[in-house]
């Protein structure tokens, strides 16, 4: 199981400690691999995008226009957190719906 989000952000550490056994990976730092991304933007298309983020009210009309894909690539901070891969699926946020799924 490997958790994608940011290591400065609360919702990411509460899935962490949560999820003890799985590895973490810091968007910023590691970015999401192509291959998770090309699934999670087919899984949950255009919600992967944190429009209340502060990088979000940041980006121009021209950088909100990207596709998903390029927008993530370039901005990975702007991405929905946590992007949970268990292996099976992928699920998104930290909400009671994902919590149940992952058996938490």
């Known amino acids: ?3 994608y989000g940011l290591k400065t952000c609360d919702t990411c550490r509460k899935a962490r400690r949560a999820l003890p056994s799985a590895a973490f990976a810091d968007v910023r730092d590691d970015g999401v691999p192509s291959a998770v991304l ?11 995008i944190n429009r209340r983020s ?3 009210r940041e980006l121009s009309e021209a950088e909100r226009a ?3 894909e390029a927008l ?10 946590p992007l949970i891969d268990d292996g099976e699926g992928l699920h998104l946020g930290w909400d009671p719906q994902t919590k149940a ?3 938490v």
């Open 1 to 3: 199981m490997i958790i």
């Open 38 to 48: 090309q699934r999670a933007i087919a899984r949950f298309g255009d919600a992967l």
């Open 54 to 56: 502060t990088t979000w």
């Open 66 to 68: 990207l596709p998903v």
């Open 72 to 81: 993530i690539s370039a901005h990975p901070t702007v991405m929905k957190r």
């Open 101 to 103: 799924a992952l058996g």
